[in-house]
């Protein structure tokens, strides 16, 4: 089996962005959305013809269906470590389905190629939402017509920006890390399930969770003369009182804070405020890690 020169330049296109690839959750979510598709009462019950018509490789549609018997979760794993595109003969070296040598470097850009293409299928599916906004957290929107995924403006995913919070709580550590932990899951869960207010209330909690913790540390030092407030709005103006941010930064943090507590925004879509909630809570957050880890190393006063 072989491709054509025009399916290997898509392949080739999918590897030229650099850092950004469709994330675990949204694998999962693609193996989900497949697998509800799929139930008796929607009659789909010749997935070859459903992706052939689609523009996936033959060779694909074939294996997938022989080898795997349409085993979602199988074939999107093995899809993702390139299991998938090597086959046993009989005790000798296994032998690329593609019927041609199959280097690492050309295995992983049909990996990305197949990985994205189903990820963007799955989310046109009426049981695809929680695939669509899991890629937007990736950092993708989907190409209906193409069937691609295409990078949203900037270089960030929401993905790589919660892996580097999650990096920076457990090494920097700070009070209650594992309810900070429990608040970003549940943002990013709720979001992808589509349960916006709850997703922002969570980010809201990411916030609270990480200026408590900091705020409480801080006054078990007994450095500073002012005593403990109660209270997120008043315990951020505190930190300020102490040194710990600039006037700057305290009003920056008091309008994030403000924007995640206000609860709704007349003319932005639900959407939209738990997206936006969750990338404050995100950036914010790694900000307070940042400082208090020096905060810390100074002695938990003025920085120099």
Same mark, same amino acid.
Request: glycine letters at 8%.
């Given at each position: ?8 330049? @898509? ?7 650099? +850092? ?11 193996? !989900? ?10 009659? &789909?019950?010749?997935? !070859? ?5 689609? +523009? #996936?490789? $033959? ?28 086959v046993s003969t009989f005790g000798l070296t296994p032998m690329s389905i &593609? ?21 963007? &299928? %799955? ?12 890629? @937007? ?10 069937? =691609? =995924? ?8 929401? $993905? ?9 709580? !457990?090494?920097?550590?700070?009070? +209650?890390?594992?309810?900070? =932990? ?15 207010? %709850? ?28 005593? =403990? *407030? ?8 505190? &930190?300020?009182?102490? /040194? ?7 009003? %920056? ?9 206000? /609860?709704?925004? *007349? /003319?932005?879509?639900?959407?939209? $405020? ?9 950036? #914010? ?14 002695g938990y006063q003025g920085f120099t």
């Amino acid at each position: 089996m072989s491709c054509s020169p025009n399916l290997w330049s @898509q392949v080739v296109r999918i590897t030229s962005m650099p +850092d950004r690839r469709v994330s675990q959750k949204t694998i999962v979510a693609t193996i !989900r959305a497949f697998e509800d598709y799929a139930r008796p009462e929607t009659a &789909l019950d010749d997935y !070859r013809l459903f992706l052939y018509e689609r +523009d #996936f490789p $033959q060779w694909f549609v074939t294996h997938a269906g022989s080898e795997y018997h349409w085993d979602w979760t199988n074939i999107l794993f093995d899809v993702r470590n390139g299991n998938f595109f090597m086959v046993s003969t009989f005790g000798l070296t296994p032998m690329s389905i &593609l019927g041609k040598p199959l280097g690492p470097s050309d295995q992983q850009k049909w990996s990305d190629y197949l990985v994205e293409r189903l990820a963007s &299928l %799955a989310a046109t599916l009426p049981v695809g939402e929680p695939v669509r906004r899991s890629l @937007q957290l990736d950092g993708f929107d989907v190409d209906v017509e193409r069937l =691609l =995924l295409v990078p949203l403006e900037g270089p960030v995913s929401v $993905q790589g920006e919660e892996d580097a919070l999650t990096r920076l709580v !457990r090494k920097i550590g700070v009070l +209650d890390a594992e309810t900070v =932990l429990k608040h970003l899951g549940e943002a990013t869960d709720n979001f992808t399930s589509g349960k916006d207010h %709850a997703s922002l209330n969570e980010s809201r909690c990411v916030i609270q969770s990480l200026v408590d913790g900091i705020s409480i540390e801080t006054a078990a030092q007994k450095k500073h003369s002012t005593k =403990l *407030p109660g209270g997120a709005a008043n315990r951020i103006k505190n &930190l300020k009182n102490i /040194g710990f941010f600039t006037e700057d930064e305290r009003t %920056a943090f008091e309008s994030a804070w403000g924007s995640l507590s206000a /609860g709704s925004h *007349p /003319g932005v879509p639900d959407r939209e $405020q738990a997206r936006i909630g969750l990338v404050l809570a995100l950036e #914010f957050g790694q900000l307070l890690l940042l400082k208090f880890a020096n905060w810390k190393a100074n002695g938990y006063q003025g920085f120099t």
